[in-house]
């Protein structure tokens, strides 16, 4: 197995990503505010032309409902409720879109249940790619995706996350999503029109590259090792099971806008780190029920983190043994929870990236 060529792999199917994941749904409400002025500051010019919003990392779309609605709704104020508009929602091929066109058909809160002049389309593609035309799109918007790498750099024995990683192992995923991160923003760049506007959510890590979830990814990497104890999974394929996904400190994030403020024609407008409230937690406190909030906890780690170990596997589609392993790591997962009960304590952070009125050009 070439471990250097796999990539992260879509979120858990048949809208279990919907309905799992709140903690991203929270992160993400916190930066609405952010998003609202970078919809009233992009530049619309061209009355005649209709107005463009792309998404990166759509996943099954729950969560794109409120973000979208509130930057329709600050840009209808701004051109009337005739110009036509159209949402692009990105995500990779092999992901649920069946969810996704769900929501956009049937959910009660879809943002154009009520605006028939707004066009919602989906991509299935990396955004590690040229996704749409240049200087073509508004307003983008990218929430809790732009933290998966675009492959998993080395084979990795001692974690399954890079914060508890050491020596070479820590420094080789840090310089790819280095390269990564760098990548995303020059096709944003291009990407976007002269004044548009670019807002990323990210989980947050502070100045040591901690990210509040380590506890849990530490019971995620026990179990790994006792499922490959029990022979569920291989040891080669416990080996080559690693998250390519982590936060990074905001000085990693701006260094590539370290040299004149400026990169591939973005310049940064805004950022900002914040703790993420747990909701799942305060419930608990509120009305107890232990069995409940691992259920909760181990439900989101499931359905957001599980699908790329899969890829590990020597069959990674055959669904009845990647239903089985997840049951039994959830069972498991369930079992560490339950034994330290404590809090989620996630960060945010956000970005808010402006382009200029010059075409990008290249940087060595």
């Not at 929602?89 to 943002?111: C, I, K, M, Q, T």
């Not at 232990?290 to 957001?304: D, E, K, Q």
């Not at 069972?331 to 989620?344: C, D, F, I, N, T």
């Not at 402006?354 to 050009?361: E, I, S, V, W, Y």
């Amino acid at each position: 197995m070439n471990a250097a060529k796999t990539m992260s792999g879509a979120m858990e199917g048949g809208g279990a990503y919907n309905r799992h994941a709140g903690l991203q749904a929270a992160g993400g409400t916190l930066a609405l505010d952010a998003l609202r002025l970078a919809a009233e500051s992009v530049v619309l010019e061209m009355a005649d032309q209709p107005i463009v919003i792309a998404e990166y990392g759509v996943s099954q779309g729950r969560n794109s409902q409120l973000p979208m609605r509130m930057a329709i709704t600050a840009l209808r104020a701004r051109v009337g409720p005739d110009r036509p508009g159209f949402v692009y929602h990105e995500d990779l091929p092999v992901n649920d879109f069946g969810s996704l066109f769900e929501v956009l058909e049937s959910a009660p809160d879809r943002y154009a249940r009520d605006d028939p002049h707004v066009y919602p389309c989906a991509i299935g593609r990396s955004f590690y790619e040229s996704v749409l035309p240049p200087a073509y799109v508004h307003l983008r918007w990218s929430a809790y995706a732009a933290m998966w790498l675009s492959s998993v750099p080395i084979p990795v024995a001692d974690h399954i996350y890079v914060p508890c990683m050491k020596g070479a192992s820590s420094a080789a995923f840090r310089e790819q999503g280095k390269e990564d991160w760098q990548k995303f923003l020059s096709l944003r760049a291009t990407e976007l029109r002269p004044g548009g506007r670019l807002v990323v959510v990210l989980p947050g890590a502070d100045d040591d590259g901690l990210t509040g979830f380590e506890p849990l990814m530490n019971d995620a990497n026990d179990v790994l090792t006792q499922m490959a104890d029990e022979g569920a999974i291989t040891a080669d394929e416990r080996a080559h099971m690693v998250l390519a996904s982590f936060g990074r400190p905001l000085r990693e994030l701006l260094t590539a806008f370290e040299i004149d403020g400026r990169f591939c024609g973005l310049s940064v407008e805004h950022h900002e780190r914040l703790p993420v409230p747990d909701a799942v937690w305060d419930a608990f406190l509120h009305d107890g029920g232990g069995a409940r909030l691992v259920s909760r906890y181990a439900a989101f780690y499931r359905s957001t983190f599980m699908p790329s170990w899969f890829l590990a596997l020597a069959q990674p589609n055959d669904a009845q043994r990647k239903d089985k392993l997840s049951d039994r790591f959830e069972h498991l997962l369930k079992v560490r929870l339950y034994a330290r009960m404590e809090p989620l304590r996630s960060q945010v952070q956000m970005l808010v990236f402006a382009r200029d009125g010059q075409l990008p050009r290249d940087r060595a």
